[in-house]
């Protein structure tokens, strides 16, 4: 079992940065991949980013790419979002996700632990 907690969302303008951190119980948290998802009021889940074990191999959403940085440091298991250029369109619950498999997956049925989300709210 694993447990997921993430931190770090909050109210931010239009243009600004914010970081996410998701933090994972687990010894064997370094051979998971990870992934971040995000759901807006009304609108389904989505795939924002994923990372797989070895931290070199990462996948973006075409909304964010060359904003966004997914990264992790499994000595502390913990997995981090950078949202730089944060647009309005970026406002949403962010979930982090395990998927205990060395890979990863834009598919939110093949993860297998979430976390509770984090809201982020980017304001004009």
């Known amino acids: 079992q694993v447990q997921l907690v993430e931190s770090g969302g909050g109210l931010v303008q239009a243009g600004g940065s914010l970081r996410l951190s998701c933090v994972a119980s687990?010894?064997?948290?370094?051979?998971?991949?990870m992934g971040w998802f995000r759901q807006a009021p009304g609108k389904e889940r989505e795939f924002v980013a994923g990372i797989r074990r070895s931290g070199s191999d990462t996948d973006y959403a075409d909304s964010v790419k060359g904003r966004f940085t997914i990264s992790r440091d499994n000595a502390k298991n913990t997995v981090y979002l950078q949202m730089n250029s944060l647009k309005p369109e970026d406002t949403a619950v962010y979930y982090c996700a395990v998927r205990r498999s060395p890979y990863g997956s834009s598919w939110p049925k093949e993860y297998d632990y979430w976390g509770q989300g984090t809201q982020v709210t980017v304001s004009t």
């Open positions: 687990g010894r064997t948290f370094s051979g998971y991949s």
